[in-house]
Structure formats: C-alpha cells, structure tokens
C-alpha cells in the first residue's frame, strides 16, 4: 500500500490564476423601436418580441435588474407599457445556469495529484457541483481552472460529493478513463470512506450497522428519509467519545446515498449537532453540520496501487471533538 496521505495545511494561494476567457465577454446588446401591433404593450413582452430564444422568466429579471433600456434610460418595471416609436435595448446578461459551467480560480486543497487523479480537501461551506442557489464557486468551478481537461469530462471528473457544509476528502478523475474506473469502484462498494461525526446523545451501542433503505422525503424535497421504498443504505458507527449528551462517532460508508449518514443518525434518534435539517442544534461551538469526511480509500485507477488518504478536522470540528474526548 502506498503512504498514507495526510493534510492539514491550507491551500497555496500561488497556484490561482486569473483566467481570460470567453465567458468574460461583454454580453450582447439588442435594439428595436417599438411597433404599432405592440403599443400599449407590457415591455416584457415587447423584449420577449427581441428574445424570443430566452424565457419570459429570465427576460423579467433583465429588466428588473437594470439592463433593459427605453429611450436610453434604465426601464426596471416589467409590466409598464410601451409606445409606439419608443427604442428598447435589452443587454442580454446570461442566466446564472449557462454560466454555471465555466472555470473559476477555486483556491482547492490538493492532498494528490498525478495525471490520472486528484485528490482534494473541501472545507466547509464549498459547493461541490453547481445547483439553484449556487450557480458559481464551486468545486467544479475550479476543476474547470485547475486543469484543462476537466472541460472534456461528466461532472469536470467528480465521481462523488459531499454535502457543502461537510468537510473533507474526495477524489476526482483527471480523464475519461479514470473517471470510468472510479465511478466502477464507488458502485461496487470498493471505495472506503470513513467519517468523523459529532451527534446529539450517546448510541446505547458502541457499534452497529444501520442498513435502510433512503430516498426523497415525500413531505419535503430538500430532505431524504428512511424509506421502505428507496435506494439501499448501509452505514457503520463506532462510539469513539461521549461526554454529557453528545457522541463523538466514526462512521463508515457501504453505499454513498445524499445525506445517508445525517438520515440515518438522525433516524436512529442521533442527529448531527448543528444539522438543522435533520432536527440537529448548533452546540459545542458547531454552527454547521458536525460531519467530516476522515479518510479515503481507493485503486489507482491506472497503478492498481492502493491509495489511502487522511486529512484532518478543520478548527471548528476539531475544537467540538476535543471537548468531547478531552482532547484525544
């Protein structure tokens, strides 16, 4: 087995880069005078009439946000009419979601790299892939910048997320067929990933496998649950600390469901400190889910070498952990 990998140091800021692309450019203008069939109209409707490739929705929120203009002057009310003569010109801004696939100078914590993979730490509060609400910064952004070839990859090469208030390790494939590999070894359940967690009282074991099925809450769609009906759900929890009414856990992966550890403490009466979703409150200094992703075992997907990976708890996970173990 190779060295065992360990991280505890902040990014080098040297290794940003500014980057000058074309998603940097100016976006393109539009201009028309209004015509008779369209007096008296809405003026969303009348840039719907020079936009009609865009949503009403998005062309809404360019006139709300300044950047469509009646007789040279800032029009930022949708539903004002319009008059025949009167020229609109519309900048068309991109939606946030077409810009959501470009590079960003991420400052990223490379634990590993070499042609084939990449392994990195994310700190807490780093989205790993774009979604509604975070369109830009997010790991993927960064893989983008980092090297060329994630452009040309499923996902720029992430194979596996963390929950943005998570921190941690994951790895990422630099190529196709490394992701392929990796992407393999996840689904045949020869990815070891170890967690520390810091949970609300104390399991009356001191190990124990929680195998339950998870999928989507019905009752909410930013939420997962134990269901008899979801995707198949195993996880392995050790008490390594205890003090007054909290736990300090580690906690094994078997399969790799959205929040399946926060779902399954929580469904065993355990729910991460500070995991307010989950019904978890903020204490031991934790204003954020008290999850960590320890270490990372995997295949070379080139080598066949066995990798093994550990990085360390950032301060505000490791200062909670420590009130709890005394320090160990």
């Not at 007789?71 to 008059?83: F, I, Q, W, Y």
Request: net charge negative; charged share 20%; proline share 6%.
């Amino acid at each position: 087995m190779s060295p065992d990998y360990r991280v505890g140091t902040e990014p080098d800021p040297a290794s940003q880069v500014e980057l000058d692309s074309p998603w940097n450019e100016e976006p393109e203008r539009r201009e028309a005078v209004v015509s008779e069939a369209l007096h008296g109209a809405r003026l969303d409707k009348a840039v719907v009439a020079m936009a009609g490739e865009f949503s009403r929705s998005h062309l809404q929120t360019l006139v709300e946000g300044g950047h469509v203009y009646v007789d040279d002057r800032v029009a930022t009310t949708a539903s004002r009419k319009v008059v025949a003569g009167q020229r609109i010109a519309v900048e068309l801004v991109p939606t946030p979601q077409s810009q959501a696939f470009r590079p960003e100078a991420i400052a990223l914590a490379i634990v590993h790299e070499d042609e084939h993979v990449l392994v990195i730490d994310k700190p807490a509060g780093l989205v790993v892939h774009p979604a509604a609400g975070n369109w830009s910064g997010t790991v993927l952004n960064g893989l983008l910048a980092h090297h060329p070839g994630a452009a040309a990859l499923p996902r720029a090469g992430i194979v596996h997320r963390l929950d943005k208030d998570t921190s941690g390790l994951m790895v990422v494939g630099k190529t196709l067929t490394a992701v392929t590999a990796l992407v393999r070894e996840i689904a045949a359940r020869e990815v070891h990933r170890e967690y520390l967690a810091i949970a609300h009282g104390v399991p009356a074991q001191a190990w124990m496998r929680i195998d339950a099925a998870v999928g989507r809450d019905p009752q909410s769609r930013i939420r997962m649950a134990v269901l008899a009906a979801g995707k198949p759900a195993m996880t392995d929890v050790e008490l390594f600390a205890r003090c007054d009414h909290f736990s300090g856990l580690r906690c094994t992966l078997h399969t790799g469901r959205t929040h399946q550890i926060r779902v399954h403490l929580a469904h065993q009466g355990h729910p991460l400190v500070a995991d307010a979703v989950y019904g978890g409150a903020p204490a031991l200094g934790m204003q954020r889910q008290a999850l960590h992703a320890q270490r990372l075992e995997f295949t070379h997907p080139a080598s066949g070498e066995a990798m093994a990976f550990r990085a360390d708890p950032p301060a505000d996970f490791a200062a909670a952990w420590a009130r709890i173990a005394g320090g160990a």
